[in-house]
């Protein structure tokens, strides 16, 4: 095998390792409890859940596999393994879920009959470990963003970093959506004031396609040098 074959075989290597679509992104967010409720049909407040109570930190991230949302207008859209890697920090007590969660995009979306219209995403981890809470376990993790600004999600891509960072901005639900909610319906929920996302290094995949096309870059330079 010539030199010059050895490098397109190597760039064949990478392009079949890379994904097809969108980056896989990485999520980092911060915030702190603003209610602990009893999770009964009134939704209760409560002084505390064991020793979580109002004004606790929160942090936590997850890794999202952006190349499995995609909806156009007026749509929902939901991926039951689009999530790995999902932890959560409350009040110093660490929450992960194994295995993966739900991702789920809502354009144009309408919540009720007399709801406005919103765009919103939210991820789900169910059956998460972690420590027991005043003798509770904890049932489900939620994050989510998004508000009534509809211009925000616009075509059947999936979202960019920007739009989802635009979804944060604009965000005037995810205090009512972000929570740790446990064995007795009860749960904390949170509001986020810092999020941080960045795409996933490239796999292998990407390292052999860049090396590949500077081998081919240096090689095409060698020959009109020649």
């Given amino acids: 095998m010539t030199f010059k074959k050895f490098l397109l075989f190597v760039l064949g290597l990478g392009l079949s390792a890379l994904p097809a679509t969108a980056e896989t992104?990485?999520?980092?967010?911060?915030?702190?409890?603003?209610?602990?409720?009893?999770?009964?049909?009134?939704?209760?407040?409560?002084?505390?859940?064991?020793?979580?109570?109002?004004?606790?930190?929160?942090?936590?991230?997850?890794?999202?596999?952006?190349?499995a949302l995609t909806g156009g207008a007026a749509s929902t859209f939901s991926n039951s393994s689009a999530v790995t890697n999902f932890n959560m920090v409350m009040d110093g007590l660490s929450f992960s879920t194994s295995g993966t969660g739900t991702a789920t995009l809502r354009n144009d979306h309408m919540a009720g009959s007399s709801a406005p219209l919103r765009d919103n995403f939210f991820v789900r981890g169910t059956s998460p470990t972690g420590p027991t809470v005043g003798g509770l376990t904890a049932s489900i993790l939620q994050f989510s963003v998004g508000g009534t600004d509809t211009s925000v999600l616009s075509d059947t891509n999936s979202p960019t970093i920007q739009q989802f960072l635009d979804m944060f901005a604009a965000d005037t639900i995810g205090g009512s959506l972000n929570f740790i909610s446990f064995s007795d319906g009860s749960d904390a929920r949170f509001e986020v004031s810092e999020l941080k996302i960045s795409a996933v290094p490239l796999p292998a995949g990407g390292f052999l396609l860049i090396g590949g096309l500077g081998a081919l870059t240096v090689l095409r330079k060698r020959k009109r040098q020649s």
């Fill in 25 to 67: 992104l990485r999520f980092d967010f911060k915030g702190e409890v603003v209610r602990t409720n009893d999770g009964t049909l009134q939704n209760n407040d409560v002084a505390s859940i064991g020793t979580i109570t109002t004004g606790d930190a929160v942090s936590g991230s997850f890794i999202l596999d952006n190349s």
